[in-house]
């Protein structure tokens, strides 16, 4: 991305010409309006069971996807996102390789500010992956 920058919907993404270009964006700069803050989304299906139990790459489709049912009775979307966070359960630098790739794949390539931050576990057994978002609608509250 270097020391560009890319709008999307109320955010607008940047990189640093004077950093490493990882090929991701550096931060956010949000337009006036309302932010959204999303608790931390499970990858739970309708009965509340984690989907895809101990396989993080299903468990960031089914949160992406539940992510999208909030932004959507949110009035928001995707490119609203100013910031997502992705905790994943586990220490090995391979699974949260895998994890960003399958984040990036969600998003088509076109990923907001994320980080991917290792924890020592998550509230539901056999889940591994849990997403937060901050969504900046450009609405007034």
Not at 10 to 39: P, Q
Request: net charge negative; charged share 20%; aromatic share 6%.
């Amino acid at each position: 991305m270097s020391g560009d920058s890319v709008t999307r919907g109320s955010t607008e993404t940047w990189g640093s010409a004077g950093l490493h270009d990882g090929g991701f964006a550096y931060g956010s700069r949000v337009s006036a309006g309302a932010l959204i803050y999303t608790a931390g989304l499970s990858p739970l299906d309708d009965a509340g069971e984690i989907v895809g139990p101990d396989d993080p790459v299903t468990q960031v489709r089914r949160a992406v996807e539940c992510l999208d049912v909030v932004l959507r009775e949110q009035n928001a979307r995707r490119a609203d996102i100013a910031k997502l966070t992705v905790y994943v359960a586990t220490a090995d630098r391979a699974t949260l390789g895998a994890v960003w790739q399958a984040v990036d794949a969600a998003f088509g390539g076109n990923t907001p500010p994320a980080i991917v931050v290792g924890v020592t576990v998550l509230p539901y057994p056999g889940q591994m992956v849990e997403i937060e978002a901050v969504v900046a609608t450009g609405e007034s509250a």
